[in-house]
Every structure is written in C-alpha cells, then in structure tokens.
C-alpha cells in the first residue's frame, strides 16, 4: 500500500475458520510462515473501517502489497466473519478436548473461557479485543512470539 497504509489488516480464510490481525500490510508482509498451509487456503484481506483489500503480487507472485478495491466498507460483515472464526474455533475445541490438552495444556473448559467473545461487539471493539492477543513480525535474526494457543490452533487445523 501507499500513503495511506491501514493501521490494521485482516486476514480470513474464504471458510471463516483462519483469522489473523496484523497490525499494518507492513507487518503482514514481514511475516513468513515456515511452510504453506495444508490444504492451501483461499484469503480476504480486509482493513480496520471492514473496507476489502486486494493482494498485490510481485513479477514471481509474492505478495508485495495490498490496495483498497471499489467494494463499499462493510463492517458488520467482517465482524460476523470473525464471530464465525471464534464459532468455529469453539466448536473445534469442545470436539477435540485430548488435542487441546495435549497441544495446549488446557481443558476445554480453560481452553474456552480464553477465546475472545466477539459477539455483540463492534468491529472496532474486536480489534481492540485481538490487538492485545496478536504478535509483531520479529526482527530479523530474533525468534517469532509463539502467540497464543488459539492462534497456534488455527494455523493447525
């Protein structure tokens, strides 16, 4: 992006069950994952205001950017997204309760009272819930934050 760089990007899988805030398109660029998803997963790129974002790619399709499109804004839509990632998330953790404990060293019970409670919130409300739950790209040569159980979860399942 240029001038005006959003102060916060969505990332949603096109099946509502991924979700990652970052907090500009410069940090979402300057995060590698070690491997590519498995199976690979379709993306939404989103700005804070819930305007969409379109990938740009660079001439050996890396992602080097993001603009805003056209579309109007559509907060709502994107905080019901998210409503539906912690949903599924939940719903993922009552199925797998060894998982969890095993992965985690929660039970499910523990594992649920940490899931951020989206519903009813504004997406301004959410992004403040997450903001606190995100981690920065690390500095070149220094470790990544691990990041939360649910957060290592999605990138898991």
Known sequence: ?????????????????????????TDLLATHEAAPAEPPRGLDFFD??????????????????????????EPEAVQARLVAVFAFLAQY?????SQISEDFGLSVDEALRELPQLNGKTLAESIAALRGLTHEAAPEGHQQDRGSWFHNLMHNI
Request: charged share 25%; hydrophobic share 35%; glycine share 4%.
């Open 1 to 25: 992006m240029t001038n005006s760089e959003p102060a916060t990007v969505f990332v949603i899988d096109v099946n509502d069950r991924f979700a990652h805030l970052f907090s500009s398109v």
């Open 48 to 73: 804070q205001d819930g305007q969409r974002l379109a990938p740009v790619f660079d001439e050996t399709w890396r992602l080097s950017g993001l603009v805003k499109t056209d579309e109007k804004p």
């Open 93 to 97: 953790t009552t199925d797998h309760p």
